[in-house]
């Protein structure tokens, strides 16, 4: 599994440049770096209208997230805490591919109408509440601009819809089917919205927010806050630019999949080089095998016209199985260690506190929003990779149970309900169960007896799972992370 690093905005045009020249690519999403500075300012952002539209034929997104089909727990666990990680919603491609004919995918892509009026805040104003309207477009070199044009790798409509979508299907899954979120939200203690610092990201979360709480379900006064980390202490993607170590061994397993891999891409030359410019399908070629791939998932997406030879599975299916092991599929313990280790570690640290305070820590959803290496990354790290590249808005949900006692099962006395802030539970009751794309997953790490619910090996113990955090989360970051590592 390969794990992209953070992309500072200021040097963000030459990571991109280089991304498709070199063996030593950065990446955010996959074959990933491109991003767009923003202004400091408000999008005047009406969210995206839930709906029941279709997606267009051959649609790869992720399915939508089930609530009627949910598997709710046995009766003796109550749900604490959710965890969820989504990938960003639909996007254009990261760089302009395949625009020639015969392909003659477009170059522009006007699919982004939804946000591109702002307030921006601006120092000078009378009153720190009035707002500059301002509007964003995008200019082409030759200074000509097209409304709704959108910027490579920008979330469009259709993302900002599935996004929606997301946060509005969440609202009906854990506060109207199982009452275990308010139906108003009064405070961020309550909830937990994290982002990266990329603009597709950001505006997904917006409206995720937009879905799970809209403004006649926020109390009066209530702002929420959306949480952005700096580039070095970025968790939610391996960070190959705070970690020199991590690069030097990415770099090295894409050179190997290269050697591996592309001999199984030239059996493809013959039907699909003409749409690449005469040159072949390769993992290290110009395009990039993984841009080919980008590009076609982002315009089967929005409906795009493909050629036909990519929408057929003996010929897709190659090209993906080549990109995952590029990607995803080398399951070392330290880039394990160095990849996700310390977001596991957060997650971690975040139901302990759970635990300890019991209904003294009122946080009850945790969401974040972030790239497809970190939904492929944590499945692989903990040995649930399916092998497949992660959909536009697929995510992956960690719910922390606690197992009932009696009090639960029994009206408690009024000596104990004055207790019951104050009670802990030891973390031997309580239990994780991982989900991705509306499915269960049994983790290896609890397949033993002892470390699952009796019947139900889906529900790990904490303890099996913070066993094994533990295990995966580097002692001495800046040690490990030096060139020659962990010696």
């Known amino acids: 599994m390969r794990y992209p690093p953070f992309c500072f905005l200021w040097f963000t045009w030459v990571l991109s440049f280089y991304s498709r020249t070199t063996a030593t690519s950065i ?21 995206a209208k839930a709906t029941d539209k279709h997606k267009p ?31 960003h919603g639909e996007r254009t491609p990261v760089g302009v591919r395949m625009s020639a004919p015969p392909a003659s995918i477009p170059e522009h892509w006007s699919l982004c109408n939804t946000a591109r009026r702002f307030r921006a805040v601006v120092a000078g104003l009378p009153h720190d509440d009035m707002q500059l309207p301002i509007r964003k477009v995008v200019e ?19 993302g900002r819809q599935t996004t929606y979508d997301f ?22 203690a309550e909830v937990y919205f994290r982002t990266t610092n990329m603009p597709r990201t950001t505006e997904s979360m917006q409206q ?23 580039g070095k202490d970025e968790n939610l993607f391996g960070n190959t630019l705070a970690c020199k170590r991590l690069e030097i061994l990415q770099i090295g397993f894409a050179q190997a999949a290269a050697a591996a891999w592309n001999s199984t891409l030239e059996p493809l030359d013959k039907r699909v080089s003409k749409y690449l410019g005469g040159n072949p399908i390769r993992l290290d ?11 076609v998932r982002a315009a089967i997406a929005h409906g795009i016209s493909v050629p036909p030879e990519f929408r057929e599975k003996g010929v897709v299916d190659v090209i993906e199985k080549a990109v995952v092991q590029e990607w995803f599929a080398d399951k070392t313990e330290e880039v394990r260690r160095l990849g996700m280790g310390r977001l596991l570690s957060d997650l971690s640290a975040k139901m302990a506190s759970k635990v300890e305070k019991g209904d003294q820590d ?19 790290t903990l040995d649930v990779y399916d092998e497949k590249w992660p959909a536009f808005s697929a995510s992956i949900t960690f719910e922390l149970f606690r197992k009932r006692d009696a009090n639960d099962l029994n009206p408690p006395s009024t000596w104990q309900t004055v207790l019951s802030p104050f009670k802990r539970h030891h973390p031997s009751e309580h239990f994780v169960r991982m ?8 983790l290896p790490i609890c397949s033993e007896e002892g470390k699952h619910l009796p019947g139900s090996p889906e529900f790990c113990t904490l303890t099996a799972f913070r066993d094994r955090v533990r295990e995966l989360t580097p002692v001495d970051w800046d040690l490990e992370c030096s060139p020659a590592g962990r010696t």
């Open 140 to 158: 082409r070199p030759n200074g000509k601009v097209k409304e709704g044009e959108c910027l490579l790798g920008e979330l469009t409509d259709l």
């Open 57 to 87: 034929s051959g649609w790869p997104g992720a399915h939508p997230l089930e609530v009627d089909g949910y598997p709710v727990a046995p009766p003796d666990l109550q749900l604490e805490q959710v965890h969820i990680y989504i990938r």
């Open 285 to 295: 070629g110009k395009p990039r095998a993984s841009g080919v791939l980008d590009t």
């Open 208 to 230: 995720i927010i937009h879905g799970l709480y809209p403004v006649e379900k926020s109390a009066e006064g209530f702002v929420p806050r959306i949480r952005i980390r700096n």
């Open 362 to 380: 009122p946080m009850k959803i945790l969401i974040h929003s972030t790239h497809d290496t970190a939904l492929a990354g944590l499945c692989s």
């Open 435 to 442: 989900r991705y794309q509306n499915r269960n997953l049994v």
């Open 27 to 47: 990446y955010t999403d996959l074959d990933s770096t491109t991003s767009y500075s923003t202004m400091a300012s408000n999008p005047i952002n009406s969210p």
């Open 167 to 188: 946060g509005n299907a969440l609202r009906r899954l854990y506060v109207d089917r199982l009452g275990f979120l308010p139906d108003t939200v009064h405070s961020n």
